[in-house]
């Protein structure tokens, strides 16, 4: 197995999964909606609301339309990019177990799962897009990317 390949994991979607998703459908591409970013079992399940403020919504409408399209389109990315998460309350990061700087408590910051991912990541590297952080989670199969919406993004890509 290559080093950025990940073994075939089922990532389909529950019943209550699809349903809650299929409430939140406020487009934000052709191809990315806003309750992909919020949509969070553990926040279902413990009643919280992830609702993202103002702010964290526009840092995620960044992250979509200056990097997520743009690479699904550069890296030919047929099979699509499924968010497993993306913006996070300070609640549910804890619970989670999230890093108290994380990106994704602005919206700066998403996990992905896609078939080939090495094809994404040398897209990505390749590409001119703007980015701070790809990283590669090989042993759980996701991918991090960030987009900084202020300051200097470093196009940082980092296999764990």
Known sequence: MK???FPMIDRSLTMAQRA???KH???ISDHFYMGEFIYSAVAVERGLDNTPPPE????IRNLVTKLLEPLREHAGVAT???ISSGYRSEELNRLVGGV???QHLTGEATDIYTFGSCRLLEALQQSRLN???AIYYRRRGFIHLSLKVK???RRQVIIK
């Open 3 to 5: 080093e950025c390949e």
């Open 20 to 22: 809650w998703r299929g």
């Open 25 to 27: 459908r406020d487009w």
């Open 56 to 59: 964290a919504q526009k840092a």
């Open 80 to 82: 699509g990019m499924h």
């Open 100 to 102: 108290e700087n994380s």
């Open 131 to 133: 980015f701070d952080q």
């Open 151 to 153: 300051g200097k993004n």
